[in-house]
């Protein structure tokens, strides 16, 4: 009687901890960042599939440990199965304790690889805060480079984690060599579909090659590309073969042709000197660091559609006065200034009329004249109200007109960002120190990457790699990486999170150096401090440091 309820209390137990299980992987499968939890406090119901009390245990679980949150699942899920059908039931919770010991060292097999884009937890990697803690307590502990330390650490910790797993798990002899043999077989499959993969590889490279030799010995005539055909735009198509180049029909693509600005930009003095060809009358020059050409950059092409003449400007402000005067508005639109995306319409009021009744009519100008919106705002300094509706059609703003003009290239300030055009058409160019910190936020196709592809090209194009230094982090892996290689990286562009934080601590203490050094000359800022020192090198003033070396 004692053995059937020992048995029947084991296959209950079994069942307990099967049914753990599938609730803890429920909650930590479901797991969403927004439920309310220890960390988060919201109003919203929670999306787990085990309720609130899911993500109140899911949350620590899973910024504590890890991916090693779901060794507790798997632990449970083979024990409560041995428990139920008797086999392997020796030293079950001696065992059972070891396996939630060893939960620390799967976190940190799992600190040591990088996370996935969609893992919730930004401030800790696969294995949690406390992988990542022991992770780097390990490898500062080794007595050689962190970089060259983790892959032996990585192997150890993995070797580690098998071990304390099989113990833990009470794999006896059979189930090991049962298991053995299912990981041998997925690798013997796994390399079998890869030679399948280079034999196909292999087949299409001797295809290729073949057809190569067959067009080589074919009469060169008929290698020639045929001319193209009336009414379209011809094309070159690349030639890869040097004696086919030599007897190929060579169609000149008519030359291309600028759109004629509003208002002709002022060429920067660089712009200028672009046009000239440059000598150099050093025998042996030294080196130096030359910028790249503006000849890089796409050249202003023409628009979908011309710019608006008077007459339609001059339709468009006898309409926006009817509109304006069926609402009661009266006055005169005394200017139109057309500009790349809006038109700015300046209307002189009628005296006594309020500017917030006009402004207050925007949506219903915008209706009126059949455009997307409508601004309106006074100008400040002047006793006129403008409204801004937008063109037909948007004036492409290119970069290469930008950089090339006046305003940008004899700015007279070094970290000028050329930003575009005002709706005047004027270049519009900042002075990055003088600007506070940047945060771009947009939805899919408003722009951020060309904002920020335009910011780093005014920086390249106008500093030396001594004069500007870039660090680039990049976790997508796509909108940075172009810049790969380039002189002005301080580093390599950086696409690992953990790595990024060495990275943005080495910045953090070299701001802070720079802030000691600018407190010992009484300055505010970098310009005042490169005054001071120019100034102490033309009066021949000596720089003193005290540096305290013992006791008398």
Same mark, same amino acid.
């Given at each position: 009687?004692?053995?059937?309820?020992?048995?029947?209390? /084991?296959?209950?137990?079994?069942l307990?901890?099967?049914?753990?299980?599938?609730?803890?992987?429920?909650?930590?499968?479901?797991?969403?960042?927004?439920?309310?939890?220890?960390?988060?406090?919201?109003?919203?119901?929670?999306?787990?599939?085990?309720?609130?009390?899911?993500?109140?245990?899911?949350d620590?679980?899973?910024?504590?440990?890890g991916?090693?949150?779901?060794?507790?699942?798997?632990?449970?899920?083979?024990?409560?199965?041995?428990?139920?059908?008797?086999?392997?039931?020796?030293?079950?919770?001696?065992?059972?304790?070891?396996?939630?010991l060893?939960?620390?060292?799967?976190?940190?097999?799992?600190?040591?690889?990088?996370?996935?884009?969609?893992?919730?937890?930004?401030?800790?990697?696969?294995?949690?805060?406390?992988?990542?803690?022991?992770?780097?307590?390990?490898?500062?502990?080794?007595?050689?480079? $962190?970089?060259?330390?983790?892959?032996?650490?990585?192997?150890?910790?993995?070797? &580690?984690?098998?071990?304390?797993?099989? @113990?833990?798990?009470?794999?006896?002899?059979?189930?090991?060599?049962?298991l053995?043999?299912?990981?041998?077989?997925?690798?013997?499959?796994?390399?079998?579909?890869?030679?399948?993969?280079?034999?196909?590889?292999?087949?299409?490279?001797?295809?290729?090659?073949a057809?190569?030799?067959?067009?080589?010995?074919?009469?060169?005539?008929?290698?020639?590309?045929?001319?193209?055909?009336?009414?379209?735009r011809?094309?070159?198509?690349?030639?890869?073969?040097?004696?086919?180049?030599?007897?190929?029909?060579? #169609?000149?693509?008519?030359?291309?042709?600028?759109?004629?600005?509003?208002?002709?930009?002022?060429?920067?003095?660089?712009?200028?000197?672009?046009?000239?060809?440059?000598?150099?009358?050093?025998?042996?020059?030294?080196?130096r660091?030359?910028?790249?050409?503006?000849?890089?950059?796409?050249?202003?092409?023409?628009?979908?559609?011309p710019?608006? =003449?008077?007459?339609?400007?001059?339709? /468009?402000?006898?309409?926006?006065?009817?509109?304006?005067?069926?609402?009661?508005v009266?006055?005169?639109? =005394?200017?139109?200034?057309?500009?790349?995306?809006?038109?700015?319409?300046?209307?002189?009021?009628?005296?006594?009329?309020?500017?917030?009744?006009?402004?207050?009519?925007?949506?219903?100008?915008?209706?009126?004249? &059949?455009?997307?919106?409508?601004?309106?705002?006074?100008?400040?300094?002047?006793?006129?109200?403008?409204?801004?509706?937008?063109?037909?059609?948007?004036?492409?703003?290119?970069?290469?007109?930008?950089?090339?003009?006046?305003?940008?290239?004899?700015?007279?300030?070094?970290?000028?960002?050329?930003?575009?055009?005002?709706?005047?058409?004027?270049?519009?160019?900042?002075?990055?120190?003088?600007? $506070?910190?940047?945060?771009?936020?947009?939805?899919?196709? /408003?722009?951020? =990457? @060309?904002? #920020?592809?335009?910011?780093?090209?005014?920086?390249?194009?106008?500093?030396?790699?001594?004069? &500007?230094?870039? #660090?680039?982090?990049?976790?997508?892996?796509?909108?940075? /990486?172009?810049?790969?290689? #380039?002189?002005?990286?301080?580093?390599?562009v950086?696409?690992?999170p953990?790595?990024?934080?060495?990275?943005?601590?080495?910045?953090?203490?070299?701001?802070?150096?720079?802030?000691?050094?600018?407190?010992?000359?009484?300055?505010?800022?970098?310009d005042?401090?490169?005054?001071?020192?120019?100034e102490?090198?033309?009066?021949?003033?000596?720089?003193?440091?005290?540096?305290?070396?013992?006791?008398?």
């Open positions: 009687m004692r053995a059937f309820l020992a048995r029947r209390g /084991s296959e209950l137990a079994g307990v901890l099967a049914g753990l299980a599938v609730a803890l992987g429920a909650a930590l499968g479901s797991y969403d960042l927004r439920d309310p939890s220890w960390f988060v406090a919201t109003a919203d119901p929670p999306r787990n599939l085990m309720g609130a009390p899911g993500a109140l245990i899911a620590p679980l899973l910024r504590s440990l991916l090693g949150a779901w060794g507790l699942v798997a632990l449970l899920v083979v024990w409560g199965g041995r428990l139920v059908l008797h086999r392997g039931e020796g030293r079950v919770w001696s065992r059972f304790t070891l396996g939630i060893a939960m620390p060292l799967v976190s940190t097999f799992a600190a040591a690889h990088a996370p996935w884009a969609s893992w919730p937890f930004g401030e800790a990697g696969l294995g949690g805060l406390l992988g990542d803690v022991l992770l780097g307590e390990l490898l500062r502990a080794l007595p050689m480079a $962190p970089a060259a330390a983790l892959p032996w650490v990585t192997l150890a910790l993995g070797v &580690c984690a098998l071990l304390a797993a099989g @113990v833990a798990l009470g794999l006896d002899r059979a189930e090991t060599a049962t053995a043999r299912g990981f041998g077989a997925g690798l013997a499959t796994a390399a079998r579909a890869g030679a399948r993969a280079l034999r196909g590889l292999g087949g299409f490279a001797g295809m290729a090659a057809r190569a030799e067959q067009a080589a010995k074919g009469p060169r005539s008929s290698r020639v590309p045929p001319p193209p055909p009336v009414g379209r011809a094309r070159r198509e690349p030639v890869f073969d040097p004696e086919a180049a030599e007897d190929a029909v060579v #169609i000149e693509a008519p030359p291309a042709v600028a759109a004629p600005p509003r208002k002709p930009l002022k060429q920067s003095r660089r712009a200028e000197a672009e046009t000239q060809p440059r000598f150099d009358f050093d025998a042996a020059p030294a080196a660091y030359d910028a790249p050409p503006l000849a890089l950059l796409a050249p202003p092409r023409p628009g979908a559609a710019p608006l =003449s008077a007459e339609a400007l001059d339709e /468009s402000a006898r309409m926006l006065e009817s509109v304006l005067d069926d609402y009661g009266r006055g005169e639109i =005394s200017a139109v200034r057309p500009g790349p995306v809006v038109t700015l319409y300046e209307l002189e009021p009628a005296p006594g009329t309020k500017a917030s009744r006009v402004i207050g009519l925007s949506d219903d100008i915008a209706r009126s004249m &059949c455009a997307l919106s409508a601004r309106v705002s006074t100008v400040p300094g002047r006793n006129v109200i403008g409204i801004e509706l937008p063109n037909p059609h948007r004036e492409k703003v290119w970069l290469r007109e930008m950089l090339a003009a006046s305003a940008f290239g004899d700015a007279g300030y070094p970290l000028a960002l050329a930003l575009g055009k005002d709706i005047a058409g004027e270049p519009v160019v900042a002075n990055l120190a003088r600007m $506070p910190h940047l945060l771009i936020a947009g939805t899919t196709g /408003s722009g951020k =990457s @060309v904002a #920020i592809n335009t910011m780093i090209l005014s920086l390249l194009y106008r500093l030396s790699p001594e004069e &500007c230094r870039l #660090i680039m982090i990049d976790p997508k892996m796509l909108e940075l /990486s172009v810049y790969d290689g #380039i002189p002005h990286l301080l580093a390599p950086v696409t690992d953990k790595k990024a934080v060495v990275a943005l601590k080495w910045t953090v203490a070299e701001m802070e150096d720079r802030y000691r050094k600018m407190s010992k000359l009484g300055v505010r800022n970098i005042g401090y490169n005054a001071r020192v120019r102490a090198l033309a009066n021949a003033e000596p720089f003193t440091r005290t540096v305290q070396t013992g006791f008398d």
